[in-house]
């Protein structure tokens, strides 16, 4: 079902007029009202009269994380405190975490964002969403709630952890949808196999899943673990939470954005030139319709790729691939770049291990070390008597090795565990663990 028929299957030729009218409002609002953007501005000698047409955005200035950290926490806002109704803030793992405000324009856009989004993912009005994604200042818990209770969905705030409680409401609210990381709700569905039950039994037919960057092959796992169709959603606080874009149900090919409010740019990180539609590079986004707290040509840190072709479920929206990942997680092994999720990709071929795996950073003297901590499943481990010692680990840690090396292209340090040893998630998954300062790197 398309939430908003007419905005979401607008031509292109509206939707671009339609996109101009409000970028324009946009840069003068924070023009008028934001002193970092009008310095920024007024060093590039652009002021919002220069904003003629979509490629004029190009003029403007980028905005990064570290400009949110550096004006905290109110200064990048455009509306009186009186005209605000919501803050939330992404937690940061070191310093002042980033904050960002709505007014009660901005709910409702988020709310029809989100709405547009859980339709898209194959949600309807009067079935039951289940969702797992934590309340309180992360977006993820309030942002897919109000948005399911704008699409007339009946919404269980469970929010994360309490997996035993988790699945008993499951098995008793019968909900079509849920909605988490894909990592905690894989440890849904790893508790169910442990408590005796089949989670590919229960009422659930899709999955909106994101927050933190996942492969293809966690989609086919948690797909034939569940018995569920595995929606890919995706957002970012900075720029209104989740609800930014998600993937349609019928064609599962790329991230439908919600351009007609966030405008969407894919620049080459080293150059901050713009690549071809297909090539990937840095999401830059700039709100089109945020009152609280505009934002400019942001800069996202995660890497994809767009597309433009039509789809076939008849959205009309430029589409984004998955995200490989974000640059600051991005490995660089002896000079070859690899994002956790192609790791994770090369684990899931192998058919002895479950999907939970940490990538820890040491120092070896002077020099890094990557190690890869991955864990075995539960029927090898019994094969093996629970004695890993029997285990033929040395074949079993060839053909891992083997397998990053002929789709990554580096060799790097396996260290394979007894199942259960690798912590599980309730939330975001932490993959990289950087032992080095004693500092965790992904949060
Ligand atoms: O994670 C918002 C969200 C909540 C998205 C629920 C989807 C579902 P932040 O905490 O600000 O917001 O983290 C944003 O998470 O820049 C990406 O690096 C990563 N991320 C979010 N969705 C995806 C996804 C929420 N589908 C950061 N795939 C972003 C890969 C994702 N990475």
């Known amino acids: 079902m398309i939430y908003n028929v007419e905005k979401e299957t607008m031509n292109k030729q509206d939707k671009e007029k339609l996109q101009l009218e409000r970028l324009q409002k946009t840069v003068r609002a924070v023009y008028e009202n934001v002193p970092f953007y009008q310095e920024k501005f007024d060093e590039k000698n652009v002021t919002p009269d220069n904003v003629q047409s979509l490629e004029d955005l190009k003029k403007l200035p980028f905005t990064k994380k570290k400009d949110l950290r550096d004006h905290y926490p109110f200064g990048l ?6 005209e605000m109704v919501r803050l939330h803030a992404s937690s940061g793992t070191s310093g002042k975490p980033t904050v960002v405000g709505y007014t009660k324009s901005d709910i409702e856009v988020w709310s029809e964002v989100v709405a547009r989004a859980i339709a898209s993912a194959g949600g309807e009005p ?32 469970i929010s994360g952890g309490n997996t035993a409680r988790q699945i008993l409401l499951i098995e008793d609210f019968q909900p079509q949808v849920i909605c988490g990381t894909p990592s905690y709700v894989l440890n849904i569905a790893e508790t169910m196999e442990k408590m005796g039950k089949d989670p590919r039994k229960t009422s659930l037919k899709f999955g909106i899943f994101g927050a933190e960057p996942w492969s293809e092959e966690m989609r086919q796992t948690l797909e034939k673990k569940l018995d569920i169709k595995a929606i890919d959603i995706y957002g970012l606080s900075e720029i209104i939470g989740p609800g930014v874009s ?17 405008y969407v740019e894919v620049i080459d990180p080293e150059t901050l030139e713009p690549v071809e539609d297909g090539e990937y590079g840095e999401l830059v986004f700039t709100s089109l319709t945020k009152e609280a707290f505009p934002i400019i040509r942001y800069r996202t840190g995660d890497i994809a790729a767009l597309n433009r072709e039509t789809c076939k479920c008849g959205r009309n929206s430029v589409r984004m691939s998955r995200v490989k990942g974000r ?5 660089i092994i002896r000079g070859v770049n690899v994002f956790p999720s192609e790791i994770e990709n090369c684990l899931l071929q192998v058919e002895e291990l479950v999907p939970h795996y940490q990538i820890l950073l040491k120092k070896n003297g002077t020099m890094d070390h990557i190690e890869l901590q991955v864990e075995v499943n539960k029927a090898t481990f019994e094969k093996c008597a629970g004695d890993m010692e029997y285990l033929n680990m040395d074949e079993l840690r060839r053909r891992i090795q083997h397998q990053i090396k002929s789709n990554c292209l580096v060799s790097i340090q396996v260290q394979i565990m007894e199942p259960g040893s690798i912590p599980r998630s309730e939330g975001k ?7 080095r300062e004693e500092k965790v790197l992904q949060q």
């Open 77 to 82: 806002f455009a509306v009186d405190q009186k």
């Open 126 to 157: 009067g079935s039951v969403l289940h969702n797992t994604y934590g309340y309180g200042l992360f977006t993820g818990g309030l942002g897919l709630h109000y948005g399911s209770e704008r699409l007339g969905m009946v919404t269980v705030p």
């Open 246 to 262: 998600i993937e349609c149900h019928e064609a599962q090919d790329g991230l439908h954005i919600a351009d007609d409010h966030f």
């Open 327 to 331: 640059i600051d997680d991005m490995l």
């Open 429 to 435: 998954a932490v993959r990289i663990v950087d032992l």
